[in-house]
């Protein structure tokens, strides 16, 4: 249960820190004045930062605050309002990004197709009779493809079964159930 969100969101954390150094190499390389500044759920420090010497821009790499990608839109909104700019995007595409079922119906809504798909709480709700197979199933509100392993995507009701209540327990929050589609994932 925990011990593998600890060890995913440890990854997650040495990827940003991997991308981070590369951002700062490329700057420097360049000869520009780097600083790189992690962020905690203490955000002193980065104001202080902020307020002290204003950068010219922040390369803004947050995914989480303290390990909750649900505080992520916090950073690019404390850098908005303090009139610093900034890449990446911004606070309100992040937090509808954390909502994997906002995003499918908002996009659905402008005529993108999107995958068939449902959301449950529990193993109970699923609607097995109706789900189009191969199903994918994934935590409806973590970051990028936290929760999503590689036995993720299930061909019977039995696997799905097993997967959505561990989901439900580990995630406490709906499970979004898709009709699997092979490809690439990209993150923005």
């Known amino acids: 249960g925990q011990l593998v969100f600890d060890l995913l969101m440890k990854i997650s954390e040495e990827g ?24 905690t759920a ?11 010497d204003p950068p010219d821009v922040v390369f803004n790499l947050c995914e989480a605050l303290d390990g909750d990608s649900s505080r992520e839109a916090l950073v690019p909104m404390l850098l908005g309002a303090m009139g610093v700019a ?12 954390q909502s994997k079922g906002r995003a499918r119906d908002l996009l659905a809504a402008r005529g993108i197709p999107v995958p068939p798909g449902v959301s449950v709480e529990a193993p109970s ?5 109706r789900l189009p197979w191969p199903v994918i ?6 970051d ?5 392993p590689a036995d993720a995507v299930t061909t019977t009701l039995s696997a799905l079964i097993s997967r959505v209540d561990d989901l439900a327990r580990r995630y406490r ?5 898709e009709r699997y589609v092979d490809g690439r994932e990209f993150i923005c």
Do not use: F, N
């Open 137 to 142: 199933a994934k935590p409806s509100c973590e």
């Open 86 to 97: 900034y890449t990446g995007s911004g606070p309100d595409a992040l937090r509808l990004a």
């Open 125 to 129: 709700q699923i609607p097995w009779k």
């Open 16 to 39: 940003v820190v991997g991308c981070a150094h590369a951002v700062a190499g490329a700057l420097l390389g360049r000869h520009h004045t780097v600083d790189l500044l992690g962020v």
């Open 144 to 148: 990028a493809s936290l929760g999503i």
């Open 42 to 52: 203490d955000i002193g420090p980065l104001v202080a930062r902020l307020t002290g």
């Open 173 to 177: 929050q709906p499970v979004l159930l």
